[in-house]
């Protein structure tokens, strides 16, 4: 019987057919392709999550404080917020999760979900992203896409990263009867400041 297996296998193997023979078709663009700031901004608020604003000559670490006056760990890992922790102390999960405010930068948004993308390029451990009680994310307005599909096949990050989290607000979990908690299981507030 292993014999046989293996044969069949091994037929399948060598009349498989090649890449340069048969290409795989070209990926559809499904969706709405509106990738404004606007539509991002409705589906982030939808999910909870917020947009930061700048006040009139405000710095970005005079925002975080504006937002969250209570911080007393801010850990960033952009250079426009200097933070009160240096992002190379966050060496583990227990590091992080004594962070107030985390600051990162996203590479890109997905306008139709409001959501941010974060990989190992951003994040010094996968945790930092979520072991905080808040996060705030530097989001570059042209470079948001409109959908799923569009980021797909316009970001290169799906194809280099090692790790990837899409986040779209706050965490949250809600029971049967419908009552909705922010901040469960990781960040209780997602807040993005668009450079």
Known sequence: MTAARDEILQALRNNRPTPENHPLPPVATLGDLDASRERFITSLKILGGDVLEPVEGETLDQAILRRHPDAKVICSNVPEAKGTLPVEKVKTPQDAATIDVTVVRSPFGIAEMG???????????NSFAHLGQHIVVLLSVDQLTANMHTAYQERPEFKTANYGVLMSGPSATAD????????????????????
């Open 115 to 125: 959501s941010i993308f974060l990989s190992e390029a951003e994040l010094p451990i």
């Open 176 to 195: 049967i009867q419908g009552v909705l908690i922010r901040g469960a299981q990781g960040v209780r507030s997602l807040s993005v400041w668009f450079t």
